[in-house]
């Protein structure tokens, strides 16, 4: 222990660089727990779709989505999402939720879709870039849903 103290304090910064990444890696392994929403891949994804009849609701703009676009999916934009639009689908809280994003910011996502009572909100790990690179399926139908 005294070897440790005398290290420490003989090395500063390299011990404060030692802790600032173990606070990191400490921080990023524990993430997903305190996310009210879980980060999945594409595999995870499709049994969801096939076991439990997920919803895959792509809130990507209407450009992106019209330039392919996982099947049966419904796009709406980030914008869109409000009380009218979700008792329109008709969401209950047993149904899981597949959100396609463009963006990082999962928490403002979490927090439209938790405000509204749904709480099986997953995200597609990197999108539609992730499915397209695996060559799984898409289509380009035009969204019927907010027509």
Request: with cysteine; hydrophobic share 45%.
């Amino acid at each position: 222990m005294q070897d440790a103290l005398f290290f420490i304090s003989n090395n500063l910064v390299l011990s404060l660089i030692w802790l600032f990444f173990l606070i990191l890696i400490f921080f990023l392994s524990t993430k997903n727990m305190f996310l009210k929403s879980k980060i999945i891949n594409n595999f995870h994804a499709i049994n969801l779709i096939n076991q439990k009849k997920a919803i895959i609701v792509d809130t990507r703009s209407v450009e992106l989505y019209d330039s392919g676009h996982i099947i049966n999916a419904i796009n709406i934009p980030f914008n869109n999402i409000c009380r009218k639009t979700i008792k329109k689908l008709s969401l209950s809280r047993s149904v899981p939720i597949i959100l396609i994003i463009d963006s990082l910011e999962y928490n403002k996502y979490i927090k439209k879709f938790t405000k509204y009572g749904l709480d099986k909100v997953y995200f597609l790990k990197n999108g539609m870039n992730s499915w397209n690179s695996e060559n799984l399926p898409t289509t380009f139908k035009k969204n019927i849903f907010l027509k």
